[in-house]
């Protein structure tokens, strides 16, 4: 029975887990709390469940030692250091994070070693990969070019359940969403490069209409440009990648940006309240009111949304501070966590769009648009876990069953990757729709 290691046990890990032991894997979760791991193996008898301490190498060395592959879903600045230790034990490895110019360092020392390591496997990066690069080579085989391609997706609630001001709930790491907010952005529009600093990421946004759900928030999502290069899209003259959200997050995180609230910079906080901290971080004094001050720096009205949301998440209130220190992101994060949790019963939804315009010889041009609308399972899994983690457990089966033998940093942007995976996952009715107009 082959060994499967993986590490982490957070809100995405479990379909993954049941894919591999319903496969007849042995399974070890290893993992900083291990009550969740051995509730999420319960009744199975080809699964352990141990802890993990991410500073203690050593013990993490002997886990991959121990395993044929390992599944890193620790926070991402650790998965180069799994990866080196698969790397010396001759050992594969899967990932659904975004390949790192760490990770990428260790393309050839993976290939001299004989390892695969399958970053970008999930769902953002992961669907939007494969289903892209199914219509790429379709569109080469038909002898046509891409000149133009757009990409969004989203983890959003589901309509019925979209019931708090910021239009958002979360279905992973509530860290992770807003650290993703500090980043810069960069993309193609019309042959000419458009770089979004971080403190304008969240105002570079327009809307985007899909049918049958209406409109929503895009904005820039890291580096589109490298992907010119994963996607062999070469002398394309627009490729964006965005991020989909629903109306008035863009402008709430703009604001809390401008706030200093997304800085990682830990903050004394002993005995103070939220909106002590609060007035630490904006510099109100005591006697201010604190929205007032907020509005007057930010020149917008207090009534405003962004000052009525933070005033709804208890930013503003005489809660108290748990800990000595802490940053301002992980001060409103856990306040997010909290009220922006997902409840009983209540659905998520992964929205998925690709817009591209390809040519072909004699002149004709042809729109393709793929789409994927897919909704948690209520009372089960969501949908954020299931597209996440189903297509690094497929991946992982097609490694230990030699299906995948490329060596080295791998991005499942490959024919022999892309088509099974997408057709297994058709089987579980994670599926995207395509479409075709000629203009």
């Given at each position: 029975m082959k060994k499967v290691l993986v590490l982490g046990a957070g809100l995405v890990a479990k379909p993954l887990v049941h894919y591999l032991l319903d496969k007849g894997y042995h399974v070890s979760v290893v993992t900083r709390?291990?009550?969740?791991?051995?509730?999420?193996?319960?009744?199975?008898?080809?699964?352990d469940a141990q802890p993990l301490d991410l500073k203690d190498e050593d013990k993490l060395a002997e886990h991959v030692k121990g395993a044929d592959?390992?599944?890193s879903?620790?926070?991402?600045?650790?998965?180069?250091?799994?990866?080196?230790?698969?790397?010396?034990?001759?050992?594969?490895?899967?990932?659904?994070?975004?390949?790192?110019?760490?990770?990428?360092?260790?393309?050839?020392?993976?290939?001299?070693?004989?390892?695969?390591?399958?970053?970008?496997?999930?769902?953002d990066p992961g669907i939007d990969h494969m289903?892209?690069?199914?219509?790429?080579?379709?569109?080469?085989?038909?002898?046509?070019?891409?000149?133009?391609?757009?990409?969004?997706?989203?983890?959003?609630?589901?309509?019925?359940?979209?019931?708090?001001?910021?239009?958002?709930?979360?279905?992973?790491a509530p860290r992770g969403v807003l650290v993703a907010g500090r980043n810069n952005a960069e993309y193609l529009l019309d042959g000419r490069v458009v770089k979004t600093p971080n403190a304008k990421l969240f105002r570079d946004m327009h809307m985007l209409q899909v049918d049958d759900f209406g409109e929503f928030e895009a904005y820039p999502n890291r580096d589109s440009i490298s992907y010119i290069d994963v996607y062999g899209l070469q002398g394309i003259q627009t490729i964006f990648r965005g991020t989909l959200r629903n109306p008035g997050w863009?402008?709430?995180?703009?604001?809390?940006?401008?706030?200093?609230l997304l800085a990682l910079e830990e903050i004394d906080c002993k005995g103070l309240t939220y909106a002590e901290l609060m007035r630490k971080v904006v510099g109100a004094g005591p006697n201010d009111d604190l929205a007032t001050f907020i509005a007057r720096k930010l020149l917008i009205p207090a009534e405003s949304l962004p000052i009525a949301n933070l005033r709804w998440l208890g930013m503003l209130s005489d809660r108290k501070l748990e800990g000595d220190k802490i940053s301002p992101l992980d001060a409103m994060g856990n306040l997010m966590f909290e009220k922006l949790a997902y409840g009983p019963h209540e659905r998520d939804m992964i929205v998925m769009w690709h817009d591209f315009r390809a040519e072909f010889p004699g002149g004709k041009r042809e729109r393709i648009t793929s789409r994927m609308i897919d909704f948690g399972i209520k009372d089960g899994d969501s949908s954020m876990s299931r597209t996440v983690s189903l297509p690094a457990a497929i991946g992982v089966h097609m490694i230990l069953n030699g299906k995948i033998?490329?060596?080295?940093?791998?991005?499942?942007?490959?024919?022999?990757?892309?088509?099974?995976v997408l057709n297994e996952l058709a089987t579980m009715n994670i599926a995207c729709k395509e479409a075709t107009e000629h203009y």
């Open positions: 709390t291990v009550s969740k791991a051995e509730k999420m193996i319960a009744g199975y008898k080809n699964a592959l390992a599944v879903l620790v926070p991402p600045p650790m998965h180069p250091v799994v990866a080196k230790m698969c790397i010396a034990h001759k050992k594969q490895m899967v990932t659904t994070s975004y390949v790192s110019d760490a990770m990428k360092a260790l393309d050839g020392p993976a290939k001299e070693a004989g390892v695969t390591i399958l970053n970008e496997i999930g769902v289903s892209a690069m199914r219509i790429i080579d379709d569109v080469r085989k038909r002898g046509g070019k891409i000149v133009s391609f757009k990409s969004y997706c989203g983890g959003l609630p589901a309509p019925e359940d979209n019931t708090n001001p910021f239009g958002y709930k979360f279905s992973w863009c402008d709430c995180l703009h604001t809390f940006n401008r706030l200093g033998t490329a060596r080295g940093v791998l991005r499942p942007v490959t024919a022999d990757i892309y088509e099974p």
